[in-house]
């Protein structure tokens, strides 16, 4: 069942005297208790979606809903705040230096429950076993501890008002390679004690591969191709997924976004097969069941 959806959606940032269209009509859907991946390389506008979908951001047009329910200003608090938490991508980051990780947990629960501190410790102490962490890491500072216990107290402050969605934005970039898979099952267990779903955001594709149900691929604002992962990994067809899944990393800076004002296809100006018609918008084609893609090339080759 679907959980969250955005309808075409669009973000623009005035950068001196052109404008970057940081999302340009972004449709996607995210499922009750499911992984969607959402892959591209960096500026593409993936954290700016994230942002968007958690308030950070207000959207120039365009809607976003929650089962069913428009998000608007209204009740952005009611669905956003309950209902949405993210990690973000460097843990150091994410805490304030000024406090242990008791007081940003207990201020968490303080501002949303109301609970008092005695309640608040027990409720903390209970958690703190199921991201894996010991009692005496609660009264540390961040600087305190490793990359690894701070993800895990990010995963215990997104889930401590017991969420329904948790965004989680490039969550293991900054771990090392066995950090990172304990990151990963430590998730996956989460994830059915609590039934939750994620929006996983990363350009590692291997990661997605492995993590997610559905994948929605991006570039420069749009979304290019999209589907049932398994689908759009074994069976990729516009030239940028191609690319990506390819593995042709070093080839990424010459196809590097960077806001162009191109029409049409986004990926035009940087595609070996382009022609003629790529000078206008794709539409969303579906080339099987349950995979979708934006791109003139596969319409002909259906045809």
Known sequence: ????????????????????????????SIYEKLTTGLVGESGCGKTTLAKAILGFYSIDSGKIYFKGEEINLRNKEKFIR???QIVFQNPYLSFDPRYTMFSTLYETLNVWEGVSKDK????????LEEVELDKDTLYHYPHQLSGGQLQRFSLLRALINKPRLVVLDEPTSNLDISTTFTILKLLNSLQRSYSLSYLFISHNL???????????VMYGGKIVEAGLTERVYNNPMHP??????????YKLKDV???????????FRNYCCQKRKVCYNEPSKLQVEQGHWVYCHLIQYMIK
């Open 256 to 266: 590097r976004y960077w806001g162009e004002e191109v029409g049409g296809c986004v």
């Open 120 to 127: 608040a410790i027990k409720i903390i102490e209970e958690r």
């Open 1 to 28: 069942m679907e959980l969250l959806r955005t309808e075409n959606i669009k973000k623009y940032f005035k950068i001196k005297k052109r404008t970057v269209k940081a999302l340009d009509g972004v449709d996607i």
């Open 82 to 84: 309950r209902n949405i």
């Open 240 to 249: 940028y997924t191609k690319l990506l899944i390819s593995a042709a990393s």
């Open 206 to 216: 291997n990661i997605v591969k492995k993590v997610s149900s559905y994948v929605f």
